[in-house]
């Protein structure tokens, strides 16, 4: 398995996301500063990966405090630098709370006690990852057929998680099941994160795959080439909208036209019971320079207005179904959301 986040004695290990496909290169953050900056500057992405990440940077955080002093004040400042990293991801939101929790059950425990109380429970959010994101691709390849083209936006793959992916757990687990999957990743402007990292995976895996533009993908729908749509989630609401890496709006759009099954797949640690609806959903803006450069290379006419919005929302009426650790919902979503968590 794709090795994409592990704690260690020396501190955080992660692979470098921005320089795959062509290098391979794992580094070691030892402060929660650094791991910050990894999560800020996409060393590390995908939501579930986010989560994972900031639960590691909590839990390093501390370990690194020499004192108690002051310690109420030092946690939440910890909390608040992994805090100010990414603001659309839910699971980021969600691991802050849970460590949260940890530490408070500790207040009146020794620092030496919190600090191991913080890393077993980072490990612990680790590991159950990897167990969700394997339920999830067993729920999930029940949808797809025998035989079928399956296309994916961005990366939610083991890049994403801890390790087997959400959407891309959903294709693993078809294929561990003997289904013939035929992979269509669009590339994902402007940080193509298909064409780098979903291409990568699947090659990895010699799961077949082919790779295409992002204003492909209505084509091989009209086609009859694309039978399935399965993408990952940032932060999903209450009522089943959906924001996840800009374009996946575009791609359920043209899906529901041609009548192709648009799902998504998701731990329920991706779902924000407390936003009603998609409107409320905050969208991540990101530097200009991720759309006019490529390499060093100005690809635009300098001066020339620019947007980077890094999500945008689905509204559920898209969606044909949510796939999460506890089964697939449908609509009508604010009762099966909400059902899911009563079990």
């Known amino acids: 398995m794709i090795r994409t986040i592990e704690w260690t004695d020396q501190g955080v290990v992660m692979i470098d996301q921005r320089l795959l496909p062509t290098e391979e290169v794992y580094n070691t953050y030892k402060t929660v500063e650094e791991v910050a900056e990894a999560i800020r500057s996409m ?7 986010i989560g994972v990440a900031a639960a590691m940077g909590i839990a390093l955080g501390v370990k690194n405090l020499a ?16 805090r100010e990293t990414r603001p659309t991801a839910r699971n980021l939101f969600w691991a802050i709370e849970r ?5 408070e059950r500790h207040r009146e425990a020794s620092l030496q006690e919190i600090q191991t109380a913080l890393e077993q429970e980072a490990v612990r959010i680790h590991r159950e990852d990897i167990e969700i994101n394997r339920k999830i691709g067993e729920h999930g390849q029940q949808l797809l057929a025998q035989r079928v ?33 035929q992979v269509f990743a669009d590339e994902t402007r402007p940080f193509l994160q298909g064409s780098r990292l979903t291409a990568w995976e699947m090659m990895k895996e010699r799961i077949p795959c082919t790779l295409i533009t992002d204003n492909m993908a209505g084509y091989f729908m009209r086609l009859g080439q694309i039978e399935t749509v399965v993408v990952g989630a940032d932060r999903i609401a ?30 329920l640690s991706t779902i924000d019971l407390n936003t009603p609806t998609g409107d409320q959903i905050p969208i991540e803006q990101r530097d200009i320079k991720e759309v006019t450069e490529m390499n060093g290379r100005i690809l635009v006419p300098q001066g020339v207005s620019v947007a980077n919005p890094a999500f945008d929302v689905t509204p559920n009426h898209l969606i044909s179904a949510i ?21």
Request: glycine share 8%; hydrophobic share 45%.
């Open 43 to 49: 060393v590390i992405r995908g939501a579930p990966a």
């Open 67 to 82: 004192s108690e002093d002051g310690l109420k004040e030092k946690f939440d400042r910890i909390c608040q630098i992994i």
């Open 99 to 103: 460590m949260r929790e940890i530490f």
């Open 149 to 181: 083209n399956v296309l994916t936006h961005c990366n939610a793959g083991a890049l994403a998680t801890a390790g087997y992916g959400t959407a891309l757990g959903v294709i693993r687990a078809a294929v561990e099941n003997g289904k013939e999957i």
């Open 238 to 267: 209450a009522n089943g909208d959906v924001a996840n890496k800009i374009g996946t709006y575009t791609v359920a759009v043209l899906a529901k036209e041609h009548d192709v099954p648009f799902y998504v797949a998701a731990p």
């Open 323 to 343: 796939i999460t650790e506890q089964g697939v919902v449908k609509e009508p979503y604010q009762e099966t959301i909400a059902s899911l968590f009563r079990k």
